[in-house]
């Protein structure tokens, strides 16, 4: 249990252009959806949290008219990269929450190689 | 603002070592701390979460401890393997968010 489902795994696209990135939960309902990024070598950094239905909120230094996320469903949220440049090249990794407490655990999706050319 | 640091940030052992990682956080006012393993261009695996009640958990060769009030945790590898070799990031939880440690690349040599 607690699947969670990341479409495409791998996405290349030419500067200027928008690719959206889906997130899903496929066995359970996901009350809140977290948005990372990962460059090489580094760590995950938090990009926005989104609660279902409700607007996302993002981290200090993340542009929201860029990276925009939608979660309309208890299942599905989206990541879409507006204008996409190559330095927003990199690996996106959505999670997802069945509740929306603190306790409760988030459970990752495979990850979403961008390359921006 | 949550720190988390891991040490070392690289490690090669021969297979059949056992090995302790460590992870170290600046606010010991957490909800919990997982650790979770990533191979190569791929997601998450959760390995272990301690939560901030409990001193440790344990699954098969694996042992994660923590000591809330001084903002460490370890994790002990034990009889290593090579398929063990992947990068070993720690988290901890604070409110909603999870904050990610800078991790520690294991490789286990045959």
């Known amino acids: 249990g607690a699947v969670v489902s990341q479409h495409p795994s791998r996405v290349i696209c030419k500067s200027g252009t928008s690719v959206k990135i889906e997130c899903r939960s496929l066995?359970?309902?996901?009350?809140?959806m977290f948005w990372y990024r990962q460059f090489p070598k580094q760590s995950l950094m938090l990009m926005a949290t989104?609660?279902?239905?409700?607007?996302?909120?993002?981290e200090q230094g993340v542009e929201k008219d860029k990276f925009l996320i939608n979660h309309a469903s208890l299942t599905l949220s989206t990541l879409t990269v507006t204008s996409a440049h190559p330095e927003d090249s990199s690996f996106y990794i959505c999670?997802?929450?069945?509740?929306?407490?603190?306790?409760?655990?988030?459970?990752f999706g495979p990850g979403t190689r961008l390359t921006v050319t | 603002k949550q720190e988390v640091t891991q040490i070392p940030a690289a490690l090669s052992v021969p297979e059949g070592e056992n090995l302790v990682l460590n992870c170290s956080f600046t606010?010991?006012?957490?909800?919990?701390l997982q650790w979770f393993r990533q191979d190569p261009g791929k997601g998450l695996t959760s390995l272990l979460l301690?939560?901030?009640?409990?001193r440790e958990q344990t699954s098969g060769r694996l042992n994660a401890s923590l000591d809330k009030s001084s903002g460490r945790s370890t994790l002990y590898i034990a009889a290593s393997q090579p398929g063990d070799s992947a990068t070993y990031l720690c988290?901890?939880?604070?409110?909603?968010?999870?904050?990610f440690g800078t991790g520690t690349r294991l490789l286990v040599s045959p």
């Open positions: 999670s997802a929450s069945g509740q929306g407490g603190a306790y409760y655990e988030q459970y």
């Open positions: 066995d359970f309902q996901a009350t809140t």
């Open positions: 989104s609660n279902e239905g409700s607007k996302a909120t993002y």
């Open positions: 606010d010991s006012a957490i909800y919990n």
């Open positions: 301690i939560q901030s009640s409990q």
């Open positions: 988290a901890v939880r604070d409110f909603q968010k999870l904050v």
